[in-house]
């Protein structure tokens, strides 16, 4: 009817208007006259103009808000875009110093976001790549392999970049990066960065990257980077063909050579011709690809490089002289670069000693200030056999030769040229580095093993022992006093060699050094001012000792990834000096690693647990010659429920689950001791102790191992320290002690009766009252016609086997004394048992 009316708006346009198609005005039934039907005409023109305006804006507005939307995610990528450049500005090589605004544009966007799932591997060390990654989101862990075990160095948080010089160059990853959280990283391939980049930005971007190899250059890495950018300026770049001889090991040099491409194999003929301070157990073939660099030495001294030097693949290298070095600045500060370059040479050199070669280089500058420059004339005499060791000297330039017969036959020295008549004597030294009398340093009386002559002018670093002495030898007894590194388990040469890797921290009076519950992995020894030692107890800190000079904390976390035991802060200001995991696994051999870490789990056991805590050192060092370690796989069952063991353990590694009935207790983690309060009289286990990390280790000791460690005579004396502390511990569990301080309980349980039962005998009887609180100590019970309402529940720890009963009659009324109690049990021995009594009415005196 609206069509025949003459309306336009077909139906759906008026239903998507909204408006409603009234019956009383589209009713087929209605007469319409005249007048009705012009009003009905005019009244739907207007409809449909407005209909039509209605759609009209419509469609205006939502082409504004497409625009809007448009503009919103233009704007979101261009911020994205923008927080991509900061980051990519970030990395030295992509800087503004390098890239122009454009074409660090262009980069961003040839940047490929990719998201890995925590524990991914993103780059491995050792591995070659071609991609640099930034962090856009989330942590990752820098890791490295040190002695077979994998160690974290470094945490990398959003905008870290990793990876930078591989887009340049086929240099292996130094490091393993892994994601520590669901990560999301931007990398750059080298494939994209040559497309984007033009010929002559990306030979500024090497010259760039050659200043961060420069970190690894000792000659190098202490100059400052434009120092280092105007050197990198002035490498002379050489080819080599495959299998060409690049130089032999009699050739003396006066140029550094630092790889670019391609790889070379360093050989010397015979280990007899190593320089001394060489590993006895390093292979005498190395081969260097990019990033390596040969001749450092020769470029001061002109001293020969040593090895024969041959391309494995064709080799691109690149080369400078000291002259040309020196040539990079200007005329006003080539004095200073030549004092630095000569000192970071001396640096090095002192690093060929053992004792110094990891040392902190806060401890390192002082030592290197103390050594002074000494000549010698040819077949002047430097040191003579037998006579004491004055000094350590170490080789600048020249010739020296060791004679170890008496110094009235120097005749029989060798020329310049000839060789020794007896070819068991060492050859002449020409290696600078090479060093003598480093016995000194570990011990006063050393004397000389041989006569050390000039053959030519020779020039050399004089050290005094006393510099390195005041260094060392008051931290060496700090770290003796620490029974992890004492001189049972290390010998003065290994404490040595851990002194000079401490590194010294300073706080201020309140700040805090480690926290309770946290993870970590340094020891620290306080060399000045005083730190309190905290613990939360019932949800506050409590103060519960003093650290002075010398004392030591931590030390268990340079083993183990066990939590912090207690919170250490500065009480005034601190000087402390720390050494971590890595450090320690660096220098030492295994089977030292093997050994500390047996005393170590001692150590954890004993701090733990309170049965064993007041042992002597000697029996704690004896205790973990006895520790029996296993490592356990997932689903692994380390302690099963009702098995009779007579060991407790401690978790080293992993998590565990503590399950009981086949319901799951919770898990624990490392650091967690198992059995202790079953293993004294080979109680049953209360719950079992499953594995459930993929892997766990853990350590065992049984109290039959632990009474072994006695001295002649001894036993029963430890046996009723044992019983002592192990009386102590099932006191301590009670409710009313929780808040109770340690001197509090050992005097609580001196009041405690010892009462024993034979099987049959009723402890407790229902219906008469209880006057007594009852621990059993060892042996088994039965409680049985139990009411309802008979609190015979320990309320203690859920996964300790019930132990304490009577403790309902402890109750008091409101009046604050002991109300009456009738027991609503029977308690009756099934075995031979032992129980702590302590009558209601002491323990009532005792709490109050």
């Known amino acids: 009817r609206l069509i025949d009316l003459g309306a336009s708006a077909p139906i759906s346009r008026l239903a998507v208007s909204g408006l409603p198609l009234r019956e009383d005005l589209l009713s087929a039934s209605a007469p319409i006259s005249g007048s009705n039907r012009s009003l009905g005409l005019r009244s739907l023109r207007r409809l449909n103009m407005q209909i039509e305006g209605d759609a009209q804006r419509h469609e205006v507005r939502s082409g504004q ?109 130094t490091a393993t990066v892994r994601a520590s959280t669901e990560v999301t990283v931007l990398s750059l391939s080298r494939s994209d960065l040559c497309a984007t980049v033009n010929e002559s930005q990306l030979e500024r971007m090497r010259i760039i990257a050659r200043t961060q190899v420069f970190s690894s250059i000792p000659l190098f890495s202490p100059l400052d980077t434009e120092v280092k950018i105007r050197i990198a300026h002035a490498f002379t770049k050489n080819t080599y063909r495959e299998n060409a001889i690049i130089t032999g090991e009699t050739h003396a040099t006066k140029r550094i050579y630092i790889i670019e491409s391609g790889q070379v194999l360093m050989e010397a003929k015979s280990k007899d011709l190593l320089p001394s ?61 030549k004092i630095a370059l000569d000192r970071a040479m001396r640096g090095f050199l002192l690093r060929q000693i053992p004792q110094l070669s990891h040392m902190a280089e806060e401890f390192f500058s002082f030592i290197l200030d103390s050594a002074e420059e000494v000549h010698f004339k040819k077949w002047e005499v430097i040191l003579s056999k037998d006579d004491d060791l004055e000094a350590v000297y170490v080789l600048e330039k020249g010739m020296v030769a060791e004679h170890y017969g008496e110094r009235l036959g120097l005749a029989e020295l060798p020329s310049e040229v000839e060789r020794p008549p007896d070819e068991d004597a ?6 600078p580095g090479e060093f003598w009398g ?62 000079g890797l401490l590194k010294p921290w300073s706080f201020e009076a309140g700040e805090t050094i480690i926290k309770e519950g946290d993870v970590g992995d340094m020891l620290f020894v306080l060399e000045k001012g005083v730190c309190d030692a905290v613990k939360v107890q019932n949800g506050q800190e409590v103060v519960v000792s003093q650290l002075k000079k010398g004392a030591f904390f931590g030390e268990l976390a340079v083993m183990f990834d066990m939590p912090r035991s207690a919170t250490v802060r500065a009480a005034t200001d601190v000087l402390a000096l720390s050494l971590c995991r890595e450090d320690i696994f660096k220098v030492l051999s295994p089977e030292k690693i093997q050994k500390m870490s047996q005393i170590a789990s001692t150590q954890a056991m004993l701090q733990n647990s309170k049965m064993l805590l007041n042992l002597e050192s000697e029996e704690r060092l004896a205790a973990a010659q006895r520790v029996t370690p296993a490592t356990y796989k997932r689903g692994d069952i380390i302690v099963l429920e009702g098995e009779v063991t007579g060991k407790f353990h401690l978790i080293e590694q992993g998590e565990v689950l503590l399950m009981k009935n086949g319901r799951e207790l919770g898990k624990q983690y490392p650091g967690f001791l198992i059995g202790e309060g079953h293993c004294m009289y080979g109680q049953p286990s209360h719950c079992s102790c499953v594995a459930f990390s993929e892997q766990v280790s853990a350590i065992s000791l049984s109290v039959n191992d632990i009474l072994a460690v006695a001295k002649t005579g001894g036993r029963p004396a430890l046996e009723r320290r044992l019983t002592r502390n192990y009386r102590r511990m099932l006191v301590s569990k009670l409710p009313q002690m929780k808040k109770k301080p340690e001197e509090f309980i050992a005097a609580a349980s001196s009041h405690f009766e010892v009462v024993r039962y034979s099987p049959g005998d009723l402890i407790i009887e229902k219906g008469r009252r209880l ?34 009963y009577g403790i309902e009659s402890l109750r008091q009324n409101e009046r604050g004394l002991l109300a009456d109690c009738l027991a609503g049990y029977n308690l009756v021995a099934t075995t031979p048992v032992s129980v702590l009594q302590l009558k209601c009415s002491s323990a009532h005196l005792l709490l109050k």
């Open 65 to 173: 808000m497409a625009l809007k939307q448009a503009g919103i995610n233009d704007m979101i990528a261009t911020m994205r875009s923008d927080l991509r450049g900061s980051f990519l500005r970030k990395v030295p090589l992509l800087s503004r110093n390098v890239l122009t605004d454009e074409e660090q544009r262009r980069l961003v966007g040839k940047l490929k976001p990719w998201t890995f799932p925590s524990g991914h591997r993103i780059i491995v060390d050792g591995e070659p790549g071609d991609q640099l990654y930034i962090l856009e989101g989330g942590h990752c862990e820098v890791t490295k392999v040190i002695n077979g075990r994998s160690h974290t160095v470094g945490v990398l948080t959003k905008g870290a970049f990793f990876g930078e010089i591989s887009v340049l160059y086929d240099i292996p990853r």
């Open 277 to 337: 301070f060489w590993p006895v157990d390093r292979d005498p073939k190395i081969i260097l690809g990019p990033g390596g660099f040969f001749g450092m030495r020769g470029l001061l001294y002109g001293a020969p490089f040593g090895f024969n030097i041959t391309a494995l693949t064709e080799v691109e290298t690149l080369s400078i002289s000291y002259e040309e070095i020196l040539d990079t600045s200007p005329a006003d500060e080539r004095g200073a670069l």
């Open 426 to 431: 060492p050859p002449p030294r020409v290696m």
């Open 438 to 499: 480093a016995e000194c340093l570990r011990d006063k009386k050393a004397k000389a093993s041989a006569t050390l002559v000039a053959l030519t002018d020779v020039s050399m670093l004089r050290l005094p022992p006393v510099a390195v002495w005041k260094v060392l030898q008051e931290e060496r007894q700090h770290l003796a006093g620490i029974p992890l590194l004492s001189e049972e388990v290390l010998g003065k040469a290994e404490q040595y060699l851990l002194v």
């Open 771 to 804: 006057d007594a609180l009852s621990i059993i100590e060892s042996g088994q019970v039965y409680a049985r016609d139990v009411e309802p309402d008979a609190e015979i529940q320990d309320p203690n720890s859920i996964w300790e086997a019930q132990r304490v």
